[in-house]
């Protein structure tokens, strides 16, 4: 009986592992910051032109960074599971800041005016 609960037990302890393996060609944090702040430009553009087809502005950020699509979802999943997004999505943040400094203030007053309101539902 010893024997099987210590099996069991050595199972379980070896069982235990990441539930994603890493990426062979995993992007870099920073690398990965900067698409997004990219991807979020493009993405406005898509806003503004909502009956154009602007899928190759995603090709072109993607080109531009000298990187693949799979290595790109692969990467963002990883560092989904990992938890580790938000650490890039801020970085992100601060590139899109230093790109257009007003953007700070605009950001400001939306807070400032959603303070007495209930907060806007995210997806």
């Given at each position: 009986m010893?024997?099987?609960?210590?099996?069991?037990?050595?199972?379980c302890m070896f069982s235990c592992g990441d539930y994603i393996d890493k990426?062979?060609?995993?992007l870099d944090k920073k690398v990965m910051s900067e698409i997004l702040a990219d991807l979020a430009l493009n993405n406005q553009a898509i806003n503004m032109y909502p009956n154009k087809n602007l899928e190759a502005g995603t090709r072109f950020v993607l080109k531009a960074h000298n990187v693949k699509s799979e290595d790109f979802v692969d990467s963002f999943k990883y560092y989904v599971v990992k938890q580790k997004i938000d650490e890039i999505v801020d970085d992100a943040q601060l590139i899109l800041l230093k790109k257009d400094p007003k953007a700070e203030k605009y950001i400001k007053e939306k807070m400032k005016n959603r303070e007495g309101n209930q907060p806007i539902l995210e997806r």
């Open positions: 010893k024997k099987l609960i210590f099996i069991f037990v050595m199972m990426p062979k060609n995993l």
